[in-house]
């Protein structure tokens, strides 16, 4: 399809655009305005919503308009009479002549039916549709139209649909009466978009010119096709969200913490801050999503979240013990003393009377949490760390643990991921879940990203020697444990081997070992090189850590690629990540190479991953949308987003006052 560049003109903008509301109204309040005969067409069609079938465009059109002069590539519909009618065996040849013209034109039929005598009887008169070829010789010009139609209508653009429902015709006639001004003005779209979605299903010639230019819908028709698809899948995600009292109001002087630290918050982390503040102090229980890149400083908001929380309770899950443990560690050394912290894992032995004895105020634990018996009257905010990492299953059973069930008040929930998504998603997230970015590092990283191959090998050798002798540490991560021969690179076990004999204090773990969590523990404290798989993606700091070397990274995610370079220059060390492949001209590892920002990764990645099914959960990447591109129409989407919350907010006022 050859498109154009579209830009809405501004001589309307989103109604009371400058108020912003997340008050439970969507399209389904202007739905209900909707006649009962309305509905039961859309029903007839196999569609629930108006917008539903706006977004369900025609497949092409049938041009039956009369045709005005007859020269060559003129399209439409004719009335003729039948002079002559002459049939061969490959081709039958009828001339006719145009009564509204005063011409004679040729109708060609190859491979006749025998049909086609009583169907073009002599002296009938009819009407044909097609297209008119010219042919001038001797200074004689001939008219001529192939394989006509005979039609009964004249005068009109007829839609094509593919459907299953009924006959197309019969779907146009129904969609063309039911996408009409009164109708579309239910939803307030914006005045270019409703007439646009009209034309295209209620074409005139001007509307039809276009569409040929373009080769299909193109122009402020296929922004409009963007607009209204967006517009209806933000609504329905907004349907989708249900929001619960909550257990607890929690107005905790986290400030002090803050203000203790000795260290400044970065301007991005004070700003999340007060949004989660302002969360835990209502009568509704939150519940946000915080996403940040990877050193971001996430912990620090953790911990001025549980101070938000206290003297009520608190409680964050993370998904290894590697990870628990080093957020414990985070929590005793910068949470006040009168703080009392407890670490859960599979190995843990305390006792801690139901997990929530009188002197435990902040318990950090593993899945580990979801098989305790805990007590959670008094437990107001429940986070999880990594939250990608937890199936839905899982992070609505720690939810379920500390509800309320007599009275169905739910405890605050935070969840935390330092994989960023695009813009784009993160709005259509948050019509789901609150959101808050962490769009700042408190200091830059400098990482240098390089993609070699076999024959650079020596210089990467010599690298990591230099940094080795430097004191700094080093991680190859290998695409798998076992030699295999459906990969083209070598193992773990493989690699063991050269590694060992050239260097000193080497660690291997495959990730699936028992003894992973302490082998990385010990490479954090006394190695040089570590051999791994991607178990070391989650955020585990390792501040020595400068270099990492990732072998087959055409076949992990750029958001795995992004979260294994961000374990290098985590407190400001030089850091660098070499992407050793077989396919050095992938233009998606150049891609990822040139940019260090995870949202831009992320934007990246949905260019070639595409978005996934936000509605259905059904699938997590694949082609979800018609006619929008989350990764190329960031505009239309803020637009759309911008017109549903001030509609909302609209549809507020029109119901109170």
């Given at each position: 399809?050859?498109?154009?560049?579209?830009?809405?003109?501004?001589?309307?903008?989103?109604?009371?655009?400058?108020?912003?509301?997340?008050?439970?109204?969507?399209?389904?309040n202007?739905?209900?305005?909707?006649?009962?005969?309305?509905t039961?067409?859309?029903?007839?069609?196999?569609?629930?919503?108006?917008?539903?079938?706006?977004i369900?465009?025609?497949?092409?059109?049938?041009?039956?308009?009369?045709?005005?002069?007859?020269?060559?590539?003129a399209?439409?519909?004719?009335?003729?009479?039948?002079?002559?009618?002459?049939?061969?065996?490959?081709?039958?040849?009828?001339?006719?002549?145009?009564?509204?013209?005063?011409?004679?034109?040729?109708?060609?039929?190859?491979?006749?039916?025998?049909?086609?005598?009583?169907?073009?009887?002599?002296?009938?008169?009819?009407?044909?549709?097609?297209?008119?070829?010219?042919?001038?010789?001797?200074?004689i010009?001939?008219?001529?139209?192939?394989?006509?139609?005979?039609?009964?209508?004249?005068?009109?653009?007829?839609?094509?649909?593919?459907?299953?429902?009924?006959?197309?015709?019969?779907?146009?006639?129904?969609?063309?009466?039911?996408?009409?001004?009164?109708?579309?003005?239910?939803f307030?779209?914006?005045?270019?978009?409703?007439?646009?979605?009209?034309?295209?299903?209620?074409?005139?010639?001007?509307?039809?010119?276009?569409?040929?230019?373009?080769?299909?819908?193109?122009?402020?028709?296929?922004?409009?096709?963007?607009?209204?698809?967006?517009?209806?899948?933000?609504?329905?995600?907004?349907?989708?969200?249900?929001?619960?009292?909550?257990?607890?109001?929690?107005?905790?002087?986290?400030?002090?913490?803050?203000?203790?630290?000795?260290?400044?918050?970065?301007?991005?982390?004070?700003?999340?801050?007060?949004?989660?503040?302002?969360?835990?102090?209502?009568?509704?229980?939150?519940?946000?999503?915080?996403?940040?890149?990877?050193?971001c400083?996430?912990?620090?908001?953790?911990?001025?979240?549980?101070?938000?929380?206290?003297?009520?309770?608190?409680?964050?899950?993370?998904p290894?013990?590697?990870l628990?443990?080093?957020?414990?560690?985070?929590a005793?050394?910068?949470?006040?003393?009168?703080?009392?912290?407890?670490?859960?894992?599979?190995?843990?032995?305390?006792?801690?009377?139901?997990?929530?004895?009188?002197?435990?105020?902040?318990?950090?634990?593993?899945?580990?949490?979801l098989?305790?018996?805990?007590?959670?009257?008094?437990?107001?905010?429940?986070?999880?760390?990594?939250?990608?990492?937890?199936?839905?299953?899982?992070?609505?059973?720690?939810?379920?643990?500390?509800?309320?069930?007599?009275?169905a008040?739910?405890?605050?929930?935070?969840?935390?991921?330092?994989?960023?998504?695009?813009?784009?998603?993160?709005?259509?997230?948050?019509?789901?879940?609150?959101?808050?970015?962490?769009?700042?590092?408190?200091?830059?990283?400098?990482?240098?990203?390089?993609?070699?191959?076999k024959?650079?090998?020596?210089?990467?050798?010599?690298?990591?020697?230099?940094?080795?002798?430097?004191?700094?540490?080093?991680?190859?991560?290998?695409?798998?444990?076992?030699?295999?021969?459906?990969?083209?690179?070598?193992?773990?076990?493989?690699?063991?081997?050269?590694?060992k004999?050239?260097?000193?204090?080497?660690?291997?773990?495959?990730?699936?070992?028992?003894?992973?969590?302490?082998?990385?523990?010990?490479?954090?404290?006394?190695?040089?090189?570590?051999?791994?798989?991607?178990?070391?993606?989650?955020?585990?700091?390792?501040?020595?850590?400068?270099?990492?070397?990732?072998?087959?990274?055409?076949?992990?995610?750029?958001?795995?690629?992004?979260?294994?370079?961000?374990?290098?220059?985590r407190?400001?060390?030089?850091?660098?990540?070499?992407?050793?492949?077989?396919?050095a001209?992938?233009?998606?590892?150049?891609?990822?190479?040139?940019?260090?920002?995870?949202?831009?990764?992320?934007?990246?990645?949905?260019?070639?991953?595409?978005?996934?099914?936000?509605?259905?959960?059904?699938?997590?990447?694949?082609?979800?949308?018609?006619?929008?591109?989350p990764?190329?129409?960031?505009?239309?989407?803020?637009?759309?987003?911008?017109?549903?919350?001030?509609?909302?907010?609209?549809?507020?006022?029109?119901?109170?006052?």
């Amino acid at each position: 399809m050859k498109s154009m560049p579209y830009t809405p003109h501004n001589s309307k903008s989103a109604p009371n655009s400058n108020i912003e509301s997340s008050a439970p109204a969507d399209t389904q309040n202007a739905a209900k305005n909707l006649t009962q005969d309305t509905t039961k067409s859309l029903a007839k069609l196999g569609f629930s919503h108006l917008l539903e079938l706006a977004i369900h465009a025609p497949s092409g059109y049938t041009n039956n308009m009369p045709i005005r002069e007859l020269k060559n590539g003129a399209q439409g519909a004719l009335r003729i009479r039948v002079c002559h009618l002459a049939m061969f065996p490959k081709v039958c040849k009828i001339q006719a002549y145009a009564l509204d013209l005063d011409e004679y034109i040729d109708l060609v039929f190859f491979h006749p039916k025998p049909y086609l005598k009583k169907s073009f009887a002599l002296d009938s008169t009819l009407i044909v549709q097609g297209s008119i070829q010219q042919e001038s010789a001797f200074s004689i010009t001939r008219y001529t139209m192939i394989q006509p139609k005979i039609t009964q209508i004249i005068g009109k653009i007829l839609p094509k649909f593919k459907t299953t429902k009924c006959p197309s015709p019969l779907f146009a006639s129904i969609a063309s009466s039911l996408i009409t001004r009164e109708n579309l003005a239910t939803f307030d779209l914006p005045s270019e978009v409703a007439e646009s979605i009209i034309d295209i299903f209620n074409p005139n010639e001007a509307f039809l010119s276009a569409y040929i230019e373009y080769g299909g819908f193109g122009g402020r028709w296929l922004y409009a096709l963007k607009f209204v698809e967006i517009f209806y899948h933000i609504s329905m995600l907004a349907k989708k969200r249900h929001d619960f009292e909550a257990k607890f109001i929690c107005n905790g002087d986290y400030q002090r913490f803050v203000d203790s630290l000795p260290f400044t918050l970065t301007g991005a982390q004070q700003r999340v801050c007060r949004e989660i503040a302002h969360d835990l102090s209502q009568k509704k229980a939150a519940k946000r999503l915080i996403m940040g890149d990877v050193g971001c400083g996430k912990t620090m908001i953790i911990l001025a979240s549980v101070m938000m929380a206290y003297p009520q309770k608190s409680l964050l899950m993370a998904p290894t013990t590697v990870l628990a443990r080093q957020l414990y560690e985070q929590a005793k050394l910068y949470l006040p003393k009168h703080i009392n912290i407890a670490l859960i894992s599979s190995d843990s032995k305390q006792n801690l009377n139901g997990l929530f004895a009188q002197s435990v105020d902040f318990i950090i634990g593993t899945q580990a949490l979801l098989y305790r018996d805990i007590q959670g009257e008094r437990l107001a905010l429940v986070m999880s760390d990594e939250q990608h990492r937890f199936g839905t299953k899982q992070r609505h059973q720690l939810e379920k643990l500390a509800s309320d069930g007599a009275n169905a008040k739910k405890p605050h929930i935070l969840q935390f991921s330092a994989t960023p998504i695009p813009r784009t998603m993160a709005m259509l997230e948050s019509k789901l879940i609150d959101l808050s970015i962490i769009d700042e590092l408190p200091y830059p990283k400098d990482i240098t990203t390089k993609i070699i191959s076999k024959s650079d090998f020596k210089d990467l050798l010599e690298h990591i020697k230099s940094e080795v002798a430097l004191g700094h540490q080093v991680a190859l991560i290998y695409p798998l444990v076992e030699e295999s021969q459906n990969i083209e690179y070598l193992s773990i076990k493989e690699g063991e081997g050269f590694w060992k004999s050239r260097f000193e204090r080497v660690y291997v773990t495959s990730g699936q070992d028992r003894e992973k969590e302490s082998v990385l523990e010990e490479f954090a404290q006394n190695g040089s090189i570590l051999l791994a798989t991607t178990l070391i993606e989650v955020g585990i700091s390792l501040p020595k850590l400068s270099t990492i070397v990732i072998i087959a990274p055409e076949r992990l995610g750029l958001a795995t690629l992004h979260q294994l370079r961000g374990r290098v220059s985590r407190n400001g060390l030089k850091g660098y990540c070499y992407l050793y492949t077989n396919h050095a001209e992938s233009s998606r590892l150049k891609e990822f190479a040139t940019h260090l920002s995870g949202f831009d990764i992320a934007q990246i990645d949905l260019r070639y991953r595409k978005s996934g099914d936000l509605l259905s959960g059904k699938r997590q990447s694949g082609d979800q949308w018609i006619w929008a591109d989350p990764s190329e129409d960031e505009a239309i989407f803020n637009r759309a987003n911008e017109w549903h919350i001030a509609n909302r907010e609209q549809n507020i006022i029109n119901i109170t006052f």
